[in-house]
């Protein structure tokens, strides 16, 4: 079975500054998903970012990219130029390659960012 | 122009009740799934239905019967409520390579 780890349950950062969020997971597939959700307070799961296993570029999406590291199954997210609308629960999800799959999800990262 | 919409947003209920949450999507999605976040916040999967066919069924009390009447539809209803119960419930939908997409959750609360 996938576990999903995520080992900082909270994190701060100011305002305009860089910020990562590791995740790590454990799978004995080749193919598959990874993702970044976001749950601000108002309690909506926003998809931040994914990343598809079989592709060696990280995943970009403005101010939100990712460092995938296949071989140490290691998942991290920056946040770049960090806003306050960012302050939210981080969550990492491995998704497997069927069109079905359950999304295994981390525990969480709870970010807050300080003006 | 809601993509996955939930009803109702809070619940609150006693104990030893039935209650029904339902779930809709306009994604065209054929895969619809139920989750459920805990006090830690933590979220896993309950269910999960491709074309009205039920793929997932985690270990759930058989109190949480799942049913999709089509594949934009897919409802929730609880017996014999329990204060475990207690938890926000996340309806999502997929199309392909598993990129869901959530509604924005049922607080249910047992008393």
């Known amino acids: 079975a996938q576990t999903v780890t995520q080992s900082q349950p909270e994190m701060s950062v100011q305002e305009a500054e860089t910020v990562t969020l590791s995740c790590t997971y454990d799978?004995?597939?080749?193919?598959?998903?990874l993702f970044w959700y976001k749950q601000p307070p108002s309690r909506q799961m926003i998809l931040v970012i994914r990343?598809?296993?079989?592709?060696?570029q990280n995943a970009t999406e403005n101010r939100f990219s990712v460092n995938f590291q296949k071989a140490a199954k290691s998942f991290s997210l920056k946040i770049s130029d960090s806003q306050l609308g960012d302050t939210a629960m981080y969550f990492c999800?491995?998704?497997?390659?069927?069109?079905?799959?359950?999304?295994?999800f981390g525990k969480g990262t709870k970010l807050t960012v300080n003006p | 122009d809601t993509a996955v919409s939930q009803t109702p947003k809070y619940l609150v209920t006693q104990m030893g009740n039935d209650k029904s949450i339902k779930c809709e999507q306009n994604?065209?999605?054929?895969?619809m799934y139920w989750y459920k976040q805990d006090s830690k916040k933590f979220l896993k999967i309950m269910f999960s239905?491709?074309?009205?066919?039920?793929?997932i069924n985690e270990t759930v009390p058989n109190r949480f019967s799942p049913k999709s009447p089509d594949k934009a539809h897919l409802n929730l209803h609880i017996n014999s409520l329990e204060l475990g119960d207690s938890a926000v419930y996340f309806c999502?939908?997929?199309?392909?390579?598993?990129?869901?997409?959530f509604g924005p959750g049922t607080r249910l609360t047992v008393t």
């Open positions: 994604l065209g999605h054929d895969t």
């Open positions: 239905y491709n074309n009205k066919e039920l793929i």
């Open positions: 999800a491995f998704g497997g390659q069927g069109g079905s799959e359950k999304l295994v």
């Open positions: 990343q598809e296993a079989y592709k060696q």
């Open positions: 799978t004995s597939e080749n193919n598959y998903y």
């Open positions: 999502a939908s997929s199309l392909t390579g598993n990129e869901q997409y």
